[in-house]
């Protein structure tokens, strides 16, 4: 499956569409409507597209060497359809990156809301990021190297996407913190944001080196024992 298949952003943004006023059901305004929501999923689905065709010609060319000439190719439309969606090639980057998110969070929200240990949630956080780029290496390539090329991405991007997958995480070691299971003096935010680095750099190590999906797999298990273990409360005495 893709990359991008069946997550929050490529189900599409809203797009409002008017019918005439005052119309009953199944009249204009019903036909307006109909057609409106065509046109939203067929919005949603070419700009699916586009972003699957630029995680490829990213991880193929690179950020700086790729055009949205080669973009628009690998997608199958017109150049100028692109920017229809996007408004250069930073926002198509931006873009790759605020889906993955959208959909961690997504993934993330699900999978722990049934576990009661704040430290098992933990891990399947870890196990839920690093899963992810393993199973797409095209998109680790994209998030890990590409990214970091990106000035507007480095400079002016104020990630509230971002934050959320942050809050998340910080949220769980507060849960821990009021059970008494993660100590007090560790700050829930530094802790999500050092999980966040860590597995980033993992993912980096493991793009770079061309490693077997195992090789992440394991790097996974260990260091979710590394950083569970270094907030966990310890018996006086």
């Known amino acids: 499956s893709s990359p991008m298949a069946n997550t929050p952003l490529n189900r599409g943004s809203r797009f409002l569409c008017r019918g005439g006023a005052g119309e009953a059901p199944g009249g204009g305004a019903g036909r307006a409507n109909g057609a409106g929501r065509m046109k939203e999923a067929d919005r949603a689905k070419k700009r699916e597209r586009i ?13 700086f060497v790729s055009r949205v000439s080669q973009i628009a190719s690998a997608a199958g439309v017109a150049d100028g359809t692109i920017y229809l969606y996007f408004r250069n090639k930073d926002d198509i980057l931006i873009s790759i990156f605020e889906d993955r998110i959208d959909a961690l969070c997504a993934v993330v929200e699900r999978a722990t809301a049934g576990l009661e240990d704040p430290a098992e949630k933990l891990r399947k956080v870890i196990e839920l990021q690093l899963g992810i780029v393993r199973r797409h290496r095209d998109l680790a390539e994209v998030l890990s190297i590409n990214l970091r090329q990106s000035t507007r991405f480095l400079k002016q991007y104020a990630a509230p996407k971002f934050n959320r997958y942050l809050d998340l995480i910080a949220d769980i070691v507060r849960e821990g913190q009021r059970m008494g299971l ?56």
Not at 51 to 63: C, I, K, N, W, Y
């Open 51 to 63: 972003l699957r065709a630029a995680v490829r010609v990213f991880a193929r060319h690179g950020f």
């Open 182 to 237: 993660f100590r007090e003096d560790v700050s829930p935010r530094v802790f999500a944001c050092a999980l966040f680095g860590a597995l980033d750099g993992l993912t980096l190590t493991w793009v770079i080196g061309k490693g077997k999906p195992e090789r992440l797999r394991r790097a996974a298990d260990a260091a979710a024992t590394i950083l569970i273990e270094g907030i966990l409360k310890r018996p006086a005495g």
